[in-house]
């Protein structure tokens, strides 16, 4: 089965701060693609990355990071000396790579950022 | 327009009323998608078309409808909802939902069934 879990439900800093917002995935998939979206108060999500099961390496864009690691079946996204316009609601998702279903996204929860001046 | 656009914005209906949401890609995108997301559960697929065919139905039920008559423009007809089913649903495209593809997301239809 496919699962995502956001263990952080809420999550308030202040500006300046950075934040770490964590992801736990489950498949049995050799293939599979993992996701992040950002989702302002306005309801529109917005994709911010996409990482491929066989390639590991971090990425960094701007002040957004994510660390992908398969051992712990782990994908984290950081976010460096946040900001106001960071508050928003991030999910983390997965996709299978083959078989059937593989348009499905299956969304964590997500987890709530606030960020305060 | 640009991106994915849906129409209307917010709703408000009886639950013996008929209404349709619409959605439209302009990003020349061949598979669109109608998910729900409710206030305590995770979002949830529950359709997907592809080149204009069905091709996941998330055991939705019948009172949702939906209909795509090309690749840019999908529908879901609604008739004799329940109040649970008050959400916030979007609809979202992609190349065809058997790539490697991130979905790109409308702003949604805030519905609301009394």
């Known amino acids: 089965a496919q699962k995502v879990t956001q263990a952080q439900t809420e999550i308030s800093v202040v500006e300046k701060e950075d934040v770490t917002l964590d992801c736990v995935y489950e498949?049995?998939?050799?293939?599979?693609?993992l996701f992040w979206y950002k989702q302002p108060p306005s309801g529109e999500l917005v994709f911010l990355i996409r990482?491929?099961?066989?390639?590991?390496q971090n990425e960094i864009s701007g002040r957004y990071s994510w660390n992908f690691q398969k051992s712990t079946s782990s994908f984290n996204f950081t976010i460096t000396a946040s900001q106001v316009v960071d508050s928003a609601v991030y999910f983390c998702a997965l996709r299978r790579g083959y078989g059937g279903s593989q348009g499905n996204l299956i969304f964590g929860k997500g987890t709530k950022l606030s960020v305060k001046p | 327009e640009t991106g994915v656009t849906q129409t209307p914005r917010h709703l408000v209906m009886g639950m013996t009323n008929k209404k349709s949401l619409k959605c439209e890609q302009h990003?020349?995108?061949?598979?669109m998608y109608w998910y729900k997301q409710s206030a305590k559960k995770p979002l949830e697929l529950m359709f997907v078309y592809n080149f204009k065919e069905q091709t996941e139905n998330n055991s939705v039920p019948s009172r949702f409808s939906p209909e795509c008559p090309n690749s840019s423009h999908l529908f879901l007809h609604l008739h004799t909802l329940q109040p649970e089913d008050s959400a916030l649903y979007l609809c979202?495209?992609?190349?065809?939902?058997?790539?490697?593809?991130?979905?790109?997301f409308g702003p949604g239809t805030r519905l609301t069934v009394t």
């Open positions: 498949t049995r998939d050799t293939t599979y693609y």
């Open positions: 979202a495209s992609s190349p065809p939902s058997g790539g490697a593809y991130e979905q790109y």
């Open positions: 990482r491929n099961s066989f390639d590991e």
């Open positions: 990003l020349g995108h061949n598979a």
